[in-house]
């Protein structure tokens, strides 16, 4: 619990201060989950791993959008 409290505190503060792009979704308390364990392992590519964070929010936007698309049209 407490620590599941210290990332929606983070992603909370992500929120605030650094707004994500239009084109990614903001960071998730997954997704920070994600790169903290990527960052405390041995890393062997980061930029890989930051990389790979970065195309993962880009394909959820772009499944939102056409998520929110597609019931918009169904209600017409």
Same mark, same amino acid.
């Given at each position: 619990m407490? !620590?599941? !409290?210290?990332?929606a505190v983070v992603r909370a503060d992500e929120h605030?201060?650094? @707004?994500? @792009?239009d084109e990614l979704? @903001?960071?998730t308390? $997954?997704?920070?989950?994600r790169l903290l364990?990527?960052?405390v392992? @041995?890393?062997?590519d980061a930029v890989h791993r930051l990389r790979w964070s970065a195309w993962?929010?880009?394909h959820q936007a772009r499944a939102q959008a056409s998520h929110y698309h597609r019931q918009a !049209? $169904?209600?017409?």
């Open positions: 407490l !620590a599941h !409290a210290s990332l605030a201060c650094h @707004p994500a @792009p979704i @903001p960071l308390c $997954n997704e920070i989950q364990t990527a960052f392992r @041995p890393m062997r993962r929010r880009c !049209a $169904n209600q017409t």
